[in-house]
């Protein structure tokens, strides 16, 4: 869905929340795959039971781009992504997890360096089925300013 907003349309605090998403077995294992990433956290359920987790669980890698991918629900043609910031696991995502993804505007400023854009900073916080965040992340966002002419 297109959702056209300019810089000055941002509202600090402004809330969103996406679909849900169940993470499945396939999931990790098309993850490796691609990845190279068979660390045995991932894909090994025997040695999972002597860690702490007891459970395989899934990459981090993958929890950030299922959990950012969600929030593309909605695309705004005149913003594009510069950056993440203060990436974080705070607890594990196992097989049949379901995750969501709440996005607040957490700030907005103008870019030092493009005066017809502006940066607005979305704090993005996956939540699963028990509510305990697993994925914290700050997506920056380059907005072009109404009425400028990008260079």
Avoid: W
Avoid at 16 to 40: C, K, L, M, N, Y
Avoid at 64 to 92: D, M, S, W
């Amino acid at each position: 869905m297109e959702n056209t907003q300019y810089f000055e349309d941002y509202e600090p605090g402004a809330v969103r929340q996406t679909s849900g998403r169940t993470i499945t077995e396939t999931d990790i294992v098309f993850h490796a795959g691609h990845t190279g990433d068979f660390f045995p956290h991932h894909v090994d359920e025997e040695f999972c039971k002597t860690q702490p987790f007891k459970h395989r669980i899934a990459h981090g890698t993958m929890t950030f781009a299922i959990g950012i991918g969600l929030t593309a629900q909605e695309i705004n043609p005149v913003a594009f992504t510069y950056g993440y910031e203060r990436l974080r696991f705070p607890t594990p995502v196992y097989i049949g997890d379901t995750i969501r993804t709440t996005v607040t505007i957490k700030s907005k400023s103008d870019d030092p360096k493009r005066p017809a854009y502006g940066q607005v900073v979305e704090a993005c916080e996956v939540h699963n089925q028990d509510g305990k965040t697993v994925l914290y992340c700050e997506h920056i966002l380059l907005v072009e300013k109404k009425g400028a002419t990008p260079a």
